[in-house]
């Protein structure tokens, strides 16, 4: 998928579902209920077994859906980030930087997203190539952090992870975040089989963003 195309989709969509579940079928279910839901910005943590086979299910699932961007998350070092391009990720993502990841997701031409929490940290990533590079974990942070970042750095491109939920959501993307990950509160319902909680989550989120962005 064209990383020009992945960059403006996931701008525009301003969410990323990081989804970390404990199997491929799990996750695959939790996937399109946040699909159903609007959510279309997908990532799989390569904490869940064989997680190249679920990217690669998903996406040929919905090839023929150019909303749907597929990608990887916690990638640690290059060898993870090929294995997921080779499985059709178009986005890369890692809780930390990697200088190697970096270089091989350039290569690639797909979006590598390091996660950072200082400026040191956030303009290393810049350097190396990184388009957007994830706020981690950003409950440690507040959201007059981007624009204390953004004030030096305009041309940074941040996406808070890690603690963002419906209550904060709006202050984040007020803040300048260019988009935010999802994670813990919205995969929660797939533990007890609800996945239309999942959907009506997603939702909710999907409504919040319109709000912000109107």
Not at 11 to 25: F, G, M, Y
Not at 63 to 87: F, H
Not at 164 to 175: I, K, M, S, T
Request: glycine fraction near 6%.
């Amino acid at each position: 998928m064209n990383k020009v195309h992945v960059l403006s989709t996931i701008q525009k969509q301003k969410l990323v579902a990081v989804i970390r579940t404990d199997s491929q079928e799990q996750a695959i279910k939790v996937a399109d209920a946040c699909i159903d839901g609007g959510i279309y910005t997908l990532e799989f943590t390569f904490s869940i077994p064989n997680v190249e086979e679920v990217i690669r299910t998903m996406t040929e699932k919905y090839q023929d859906n150019k909303q749907v961007i597929v990608g990887a998350g916690t990638v640690l070092e290059a060898y993870a980030a090929r294995e997921a391009i080779t499985a059709g990720a178009a986005f890369v993502v890692a809780p930390s930087f990697d200088q190697e990841t970096a270089k091989l997701c350039n290569f690639y031409q797909v979006p590598y997203m390091p996660g950072c929490v200082t400026v040191s940290e956030i303009k290393q990533a810049m350097e190396a190539g990184a388009d957007v590079v994830k706020l981690f974990p950003s409950h440690t942070l507040r959201p007059s952090f981007v624009k204390a970042v953004q004030a030096p750095l305009p041309q940074t491109n941040l996406m808070p992870t890690g603690g963002v939920n419906l209550d904060n959501l709006r202050e984040w993307l007020d803040a300048g975040a260019v988009a935010v990950g999802i994670g813990g509160n919205l995969v929660a319902p797939a533990k007890t089989g609800e996945y239309d909680k999942i959907t009506a989550l997603a939702r909710q989120y999907v409504d919040e963003v319109k709000e912000v962005i109107e």
